[in-house]
């Protein structure tokens, strides 16, 4: 029954290792999101796709690598984790692109030592 | 560029005493505005969105909020708060025909609810 469901809820790393996110929604929505939530609560935007094209990249660096590999899939690749890293990352989906609203998943906290 | 504006970091309420949180948004023309609650240790919950019409949305949870466009301003509200409303509110924006959809969130409202 979970609309947006992320693996795993908890991630612990070393530096440099290289991790995945992995988001699936089961709403047969188009668009996907990615979303990052600092220590202070404060949550930004990383990345869209929308059936499986990538249409926002805020800046994000490129060592965070999303994938796509059909529309109800968005994974979230991070190599060389680093320090700053550690966040709790979020997924959402909206049915379109253009006005609708997002459907967030309930987190992975990502924890980088 | 658009911004998002909670002055409020913490509030605490009574239980059952009402409850006001603040929103502010930097932008030209009228935007897609939402209301989220984060409960702890959870995702995003939508309260309620406003995209045009009556200027006061009914939400889930019995929350209302209150478009004022001369003021900017997009208040959440509820009349009588309950232990369960403890949670972080955040307050988000959208442009009009912005690509991708995207969300410009403010900092949140953490809300304490004492017995």
């Known amino acids: 029954d979970t609309a947006v469901s992320q693996t795993p809820k908890y991630l612990v790393t070393q530096m440099g290792n290289d991790k995945s996110i992995k988001c699936e929604q089961n709403l047969g929505h188009d668009t996907m999101y990615w979303y990052k939530q600092d220590s202070k609560k404060f949550l930004k935007i990383m990345f869209s796709y929308n059936n499986k094209e990538l249409i926002i990249n805020e800046t994000v660096p490129n060592r965070f690598s999303p994938k796509s590999p059909d529309k109800a899939h968005l994974n979230l690749h991070i190599n060389s984790l680093e320090l700053g890293d550690s966040a709790v990352y979020f997924c959402?989906?909206?049915?379109?692109?253009?006005?609708?609203?997002?459907?967030f998943g309930p987190g992975t906290r990502l924890t980088v030592l | 560029a658009q911004s998002v504006t909670q002055p409020d970091i913490h509030i605490t309420v009574s239980e059952g005493a009402s409850l006001e949180l603040r929103c502010n948004y930097s932008y030209g023309a009228t935007p897609y505005l939402f209301w989220y609650v984060q409960s702890p240790g959870q995702g995003l919950q939508l309260l309620l969105k406003?995209?045009?019409?009556?200027?006061l949305v009914q939400g889930i949870k019995g929350f209302e909020a209150e478009f004022k466009r001369s003021q900017s301003s997009f208040n959440l509200r509820k009349p009588s708060v309950h232990w369960s409303d403890a949670a972080e509110y955040f307050c988000?924006?959208?442009?009009?025909?912005?690509?991708?959809?995207?969300?410009?969130f403010g900092g949140g409202t953490r809300v304490l609810v004492k017995p």
């Open positions: 406003y995209f045009s019409g009556d200027t």
């Open positions: 959402a989906s909206s049915p379109r692109l253009a006005t609708d609203t997002q459907y």
């Open positions: 988000a924006v959208r442009k009009d025909g912005a690509a991708g959809n995207k969300l410009t």
